[in-house]
Structures are given as structure tokens and as C-alpha cells.
């Protein structure tokens, strides 16, 4: 009976442990890393559509003085509009807690650089996220003598190898974790039998 509780606390310090994991393994995307960042050169569009935004994760803006952040509604995103920001910031770096599973949009305010593509648009997923695709696969073309017709199903998608991502160092943990977790759990079971 003593084996039982003492297991018993020893799982319950383990989930403990977990859930604590859980909140350091958000991970920080510097927005237009590695090979870019918050400026009018980066495809910031190109960027975002390679991440995977979890809620708990974080958005880190880094920039110069002539460069600022704000977060704006899709109309002020769509149209450039700084003039009624959701927020302002002004300090680099510049971290955005993404705490909701929501779209945001971030321009930069100064002189016309949202209308240059200094904007990005993030969408935050819940749970463990699908990863995007890294290379997205060609479209073929019909010729213009082939008939078309609407009820004809798609031809079939060809084109370059699409290599699934690897997994972060913080998702491999947490699916470690919780592998671990879950087998104590199933050998508490057993030994309460």
C-alpha cells in the first residue's frame, strides 16, 4: 500500500514538473528570421507562411528607430491605416505574447513602409500544430483544346518532393514528456490492481 501512495506522489510531482515544462516550451519566432526581419526588405508574407504560431508562443519584433509596431484590426492591415491601432510599441525588441487562437495584424507605422510589405498577418492555432507545407506543390496547366468541364474531378497534383519538417526541440520534449507521463499513469494503474 506504501508503494502505491509513494508512486502515487511521485507521478503527481511528475505532472507537476510537466505542466511547468509546458509553460517554458513556448517558443519565441523572431518575426522574418533567420534570414531576415521587422523591415521593408523582408517577405514577411513568405515568412509567416512558414511558421506555426501555438498559443503560448511568442512573437519578437526586432528594429531600428526609424521602424515601430502596430497591432491594427484586418480593415487597418488590408488598407495601411495607422491611424487607430489596437497598440503602439516603439521599443526594440518588441515581444507579443500570442495568447488566443485568433488572426493578428502588425504594420509598421512610419513613413509608407506597410504599403512596401512591412506588415505581417499571424494566425494562432490551439494544441499541437499540422506544420505548413515547405515547398507548396505545382499547379499543372490544361491545355486550352482540352474541354473543361466543372464535374470532372482535379488532375492529380505533380511536382517537387515536399520533405515534412522536423519537429522543434520544444515539441519533442512535450511529446517526450507527456510519452512518459502517460506510462506512469498506466503503471500506477497496474500496480493499484
Not at 21 to 39: C, F, I, K, Q
Not at 104 to 109: H, K, L, Q
Not at 128 to 145: D, E, K, L, V
Request: proline fraction near 10%; hydrophobic fraction near 35%.
Amino acid at each position: 500500500m506504501t508503494k502505491v501512495a509513494t508512486m502515487r506522489r511521485t507521478l503527481m510531482g511528475f505532472v507537476a514538473i510537466a505542466m511547468l515544462l509546458e509553460l517554458a516550451m513556448a517558443v519565441d519566432h523572431t518575426v522574418g528570421a533567420p534570414s531576415g526581419g521587422w523591415d521593408v526588405s523582408t517577405n514577411l508574407e513568405t515568412w509567416a507562411s512558414s511558421q506555426t504560431f501555438v498559443v503560448g508562443d511568442n512573437l519578437v519584433f526586432q528594429y531600428g528607430p526609424s521602424h515601430d509596431v502596430l497591432e491594427v484590426s484586418k480593415d487597418d492591415y488590408d488598407s495601411c491605416s495607422s491611424s487607430s491601432p489596437i497598440s503602439t510599441a516603439i521599443t526594440s525588441p518588441t515581444t507579443i505574447p500570442l495568447t488566443t487562437t485568433t488572426s493578428r495584424y502588425f504594420i509598421c507605422g512610419r513613413s509608407n513602409h506597410c504599403s512596401q510589405g512591412m506588415k505581417v498577418e499571424v494566425t494562432t492555432v490551439a494544441g499541437a500544430p499540422t506544420p505548413p507545407q515547405t515547398t507548396p506543390p505545382s499547379t499543372p496547366t490544361t491545355p486550352s483544346n482540352a474541354p473543361s468541364s466543372d464535374s470532372s474531378p482535379p488532375p492529380p497534383v505533380t511536382g517537387g518532393t515536399i520533405n515534412p519538417p522536423t519537429p522543434s526541440l520544444a515539441m519533442t520534449l512535450k511529446m517526450t514528456v507527456g510519452s512518459l507521463l502517460g506510462f506512469g499513469f498506466f503503471v500506477m494503474m497496474l500496480l493499484s490492481l
